[in-house]
């Protein structure tokens, strides 16, 4: 298709780790392990919250969305990677690609928000807590969920909608193993003032506030627990949010690593590690963190091990 005497791209091919056969047999071997277990963690956490009516709590209520979005993000990522690995690369359509990217950004702003909410219910919890079951009831729970899933289809379908608009024009060679919205742009032989100006725009109330909400609501709590009188009534009080502290601080280091921080100086295949660990290792750390932080994840998978064992 030619317009304007500039061919349109209708695929792109995506180099994936340019690396010998051996190295990437065992990639994809590694990687491969790693997919399998990430759903298996998720789905497990899912499962024990379900099943488990000791579970039925806000906060594990939201950890299963946590855990849908690591599911969904992995998925979105992983499946074409190790098909790269195999083929010393792929083709992917332009619509296939855009996609994905669209998925990967959907995910991602949900999980910062899902994030936020999680450190507001920790802050309720710890701060006001003769108030945290009329405030944080089911009702609040289910519309705080579908706010942060919605806004995040809808803020990120504007900007996928945008770059589906430019003109792709080549090359149509992406040195990357997913389409992320950095080399796709390169791509384009339009300008991109608009779409760069709605992604900072969109980070906004996606990235910056929410970030800004979780530090808020973690001065309050660290405050908070300082006054508790006791050592142990203090440990009892930051057990209950250390989990999720940390899959914080490792979501938004990584983040800020990728996206933020110079890339100059920087190689490639440093940055695709990187990328690799935010896109297909946090969502296997997740679940871990959860597991081996939280005393009631342990107890459920105690009982759900004696009941396949009876049954």
């Not at 399998?36 to 998720?42: E, K, P």
């Not at 979780?214 to 006054?227: A, D, E, G, Q, V």
């Amino acid at each position: 298709m030619y317009e304007n005497n500039q061919t349109i791209i209708t695929e792109v091919i995506l180099l994936g780790f340019q690396s010998s056969k051996e190295v990437s047999i065992v990639l994809f071997i590694l990687l491969l392990i790693v997919y399998v277990l990430t759903l298996f963690g998720n789905v497990l956490i899912i499962t024990l919250v379900y099943y488990n009516e000791a579970l039925h709590t806000p906060m594990y209520f939201f950890l299963t969305q946590l855990s849908l979005s690591d599911i969904l993000l992995t998925t979105d990522i992983a499946p074409f990677l190790l098909y790269t690995l195999l083929h010393d690369g792929g083709t992917m359509s332009f619509t296939g690609c855009i996609f994905q990217q669209y998925i990967f950004d959907i995910i991602e702003s949900a999980e910062c928000l899902l994030l936020t909410v999680m450190s507001y219910d920790r802050y309720l919890a710890i701060c006001n807590p003769l108030h945290y079951s009329s405030i944080m009831n089911e009702f609040l729970c289910i519309i705080l969920t579908m706010i942060s899933w919605l806004f995040s289809i809808l803020t990120t379908l504007i900007a996928a909608i945008t770059i589906a608009y430019l003109n792709f024009c080549g090359p149509n060679i992406i040195d990357h193993f997913f389409c992320d919205v950095s080399p796709v742009l390169k791509l384009s032989c339009s300008d991109t003032f608009w779409v760069q100006l709605d992604m900072i725009l969109n980070s906004v109330p996606l990235l910056f506030l929410p970030f800004l909400i979780i530090i808020i609501s973690y001065t309050y709590i660290i405050f908070t627990i300082l006054k508790i009188p006791s050592n142990t009534g203090k440990q009892k009080a930051f057990s209950t949010c250390s989990s999720h502290l940390t899959v914080v601080c490792i979501f938004y280091v990584t983040l800020i690593v990728i996206y933020d921080l110079p890339t100059s100086g920087q190689s490639l295949t440093i940055r695709k590690l990187v990328s690799l660990i935010y896109t297909v290792g946090t969502p296997l750390m997740n679940p871990i963190i959860y597991s081996l932080r939280n005393k009631d994840i342990k107890i459920a998978f105690a009982k759900l091990q004696n009941s396949f064992v009876s049954f």
